[in-house]
């Protein structure tokens, strides 16, 4: 049974380039010009459960992001894991977009893809961290999606059996597909790229698709489309307050000790005494 499977990848800040990175105090966009940047670490590993299932019952897989144009380089890194095909969306319009608006975007690249029976997500990202993305993916397109997979079992009659991490353990579940999956690290150690990888991603089909390329609201994309909104940004005052204390040590110990308990600090204090015992030396 071949396998129509998409996997849906995301350009990081190289982590050697984080102490470059900034946030705009107007926009309240996070800066990139100039960082170089990487395929989301566990986004690979999302690349490699589809390149496994492509292995055992044949089929296509398809990388797709959402991003700038230079994001066409991790595109080819994908295809030189061993993807078939790639498709970028970039335009000006999707600028700025949150989860909300990037799921919604890549939801309409995929509806333009055409039928698909597996979608693969990593479970977060390395720059935003919300982990909202999948899910949110996976109610636009009306499938089942679940979050977490750190297992692929065996797949029979349009029915995937895997496993999810759960904070005490993990679930088993039965997926009919199409559904979608947002992987945990676990689930597989992705591949190297080989030399023949590289060479043979050179003329892999690579397609970009911008706004009207897709069927979409445009009240729907980028900045217009985020609910989200991004709070002042400052920088705390992380200076302490000091203050000089003289006279006698034990008179200095004391105004310690009144000053802690004067700003609710609980200071417990032990003496002891010594006595000679009954026919000392």
């Not at 705009?24 to 395929?39: H, L, S």
């Not at 230079?70 to 080819?76: G, H, I, P, W």
Request: proline residues 5%; contains cysteine; glycine residues 10%.
């Amino acid at each position: 049974m071949a396998l129509n499977i998409i996997v849906c990848i995301k350009p990081v800040p190289d982590p050697q380039y984080y102490d470059k990175v900034s946030i705009d105090p107007q926009t309240k966009r996070i800066t990139r010009e100039g960082i170089p940047t990487i395929i989301n670490p566990v986004d690979k590993n999302g690349i490699e459960a589809a390149l496994q299932l492509k292995k055992t019952y044949g089929g296509k897989v398809t990388v797709i992001t959402m991003a700038p144009p230079n994001a066409v380089e991790n595109l080819r890194e994908a295809l030189a894991m061993g993807a078939d095909e790639a498709v970028l969306l970039s335009d000006r319009a999707f600028g700025g977009a949150d989860t909300l608006a990037t799921s919604y975007t890549l939801a309409k690249g995929i509806e333009k893809i055409g039928e698909f029976d597996v979608i693969f997500c990593g479970v977060e990202s390395a720059d935003g961290a919300t982990a909202q993305v999948a899910s949110q993916l996976g109610e636009w397109l009306g499938i089942p999606h679940l979050w977490n997979v750190f297992s692929l079992e065996n797949l029979e009659e349009k029915t995937m059996r895997v496993k999810t991490k759960i904070e005490n353990g993990s679930m088993e579940w039965e997926v009919n597909l199409p559904c979608l999956f947002g992987v945990a690290r676990q689930l597989n150690k992705p591949r190297f790229i080989s030399a023949m990888g590289i060479i043979k991603a050179k003329n892999k089909p690579l397609a970009t698709w911008g706004k009207n390329d897709l069927i979409v609201e445009d009240a729907r994309l980028g900045l217009t489309g985020s609910p989200t909104k991004a709070g002042e940004i400052y920088t705390p005052d992380l200076r302490r307050k000091g203050e000089l204390l003289s006279g006698p040590l034990d008179e200095i110990v004391d105004t310690v000790i009144e000053k802690l308990r004067t700003a609710g600090i609980t200071i417990r204090t032990a003496s002891t005494s010594c006595s000679a015992g009954e026919g000392g030396a």
